[in-house]
Nanobody, 125 residues
Framework: QRHLVESGGGLVQSGGSLRLSCTAS????????IGWFRQAPGKEREGISC????????YYADSVKGRFTVSRDNAKNTVYLQMNSLNPEDTAVYLC??????????????????WGLGTQVTVSS
């Protein structure tokens, strides 16, 4: 059975950092583009970052550019999201999705085949 598990969320003060992990079971992430999304209460799911399966090209939403960094470790079958300079607006459930092959639109949720359940990130002011 194929699924994704996110970890690394928690409570952090404004200006702090967290590193999220997205680990796959039942399939190899090496052939998938992995997108990071977040969803705050009452808001739509927002695509914030993606790493392509083709050449590890990376994509970032304007809201996180310069603060977040996505990377992958195929040996560990894991993709990471390093989040720095966090602020209260970053508070949300963070989810990862897997899309077989290069992304057509890295922030379109319809393109993703598998999803994790998410991990909560809370940033206090």
């Amino acid at each position: 059975q194929r699924h994704l598990v996110e970890s690394g969320g928690g409570l952090v003060q404004s200006g702090g950092s967290l590193r999220l992990s997205c680990t796959a079971s039942g399939f190899s992430l090496e052939y998938f583009s992995i997108g990071w999304f977040r969803q705050a209460p009452g808001k739509e799911r927002e695509g914030i970052s993606c790493i392509s399966s083709k050449d590890d090209s990376t994509y970032y939403a304007d809201s996180v550019k310069g603060r977040f960094t996505v990377s992958r470790d195929n040996a560990k079958n894991t993709v990471y999201l390093q989040m720095n300079s966090l602020n209260p607006e970053d508070t949300a459930v963070y989810l990862c999705g897997a899309d077989l092959g290069p992304p057509v639109d890295p922030f379109d949720t319809e393109g993703y085949d598998y999803w994790g359940l998410g991990t909560q990130v809370t940033v206090s002011s």
